[in-house]
């Protein structure tokens, strides 16, 4: 499945951001979604994932409570509401596809082209 993320941008300490991740195909449903995110220097990183049916979410301890992963499957979009952003948050936020909900990056078989969300202090 081909992923196109959107919504990135510049944010100060505090705000919020809702990024977007649109899957093209008519299989969308059937696939695990998630986020990971690579700050400068830094590995990339699970942030979450939502299963098929967005029943089921899992999130990094770094952002839970923080951020929200949804889908809405009509319209074969992910996304990921971040509340309460921090300057550490900072990085580029990479939309996935998967068949199982882990937070192996490897588990992953397609990948968007990134985002870059940056959080000021």
């Known amino acids: 499945v081909h992923l196109v993320e959107s919504g990135g941008g510049l944010v100060q300490a505090g705000g919020s951001l809702r990024l977007s991740c ?10 695990v979604m998630g986020w990971f995110r690579q700050a400068p220097g830094k590995e990339r990183e699970f942030v979450a994932t939502i299963s098929w049916s967005g029943g089921s979410t899992r999130y990094a301890d770094s952002v839970k409570g923080r951020f929200t992963i949804s889908r809405d499957n009509a319209k074969n979009t992910v996304y990921l509401q971040m509340n309460s952003l921090k300057p550490e948050d900072t990085a580029v936020y990479y939309c996935v596809a998967g068949r199982i909900a882990t937070m192996n990056l490897h588990d992953f078989g397609s990948w968007g082209q990134g985002t870059q969300v940056t959080v000021s202090s």
């Open 22 to 31: 649109t899957g093209s195909g008519r299989t969308f449903s059937h696939y």
